[in-house]
């Protein structure tokens, strides 16, 4: 369960350099789940969830610079780095 923490998937997609900094992102609202803001670091996501930066976000480019530290992502999330969107392929 603490591995589909929404904060710990923005953290494993490549979206934050720590899972710190992915908490406080999620934390100020800077993710959709599924088209809705979300801005619980505890939020359970689950299969066939989207994951996406919110349009207007401010923190845009701090997430663009850790999409840049990334190596890869688990083998049970999908990220595409251009369009700074995820998703939950099945359970990890």
Do not use: C
């Amino acid at each position: 369960m603490l591995e589909t923490r929404l904060d710990n998937v923005v953290y494993r997609l490549g979206f934050a350099a720590s899972r710190a900094q992915a908490r406080q992102l999620v934390r100020h609202g800077h993710f959709h789940v599924n088209g809705r803001r979300v801005n619980i670091p505890s939020y359970q996501v689950k299969p066939d969830d989207i994951i996406n930066v919110a349009a207007s976000s401010s923190a845009e480019q701090v997430i663009r610079d850790a999409t840049d530290l990334t190596a890869s992502v688990a083998p049970w999330l999908q990220a595409d780095h251009d369009e700074l969107t995820g998703k939950i392929l099945k359970w990890p």
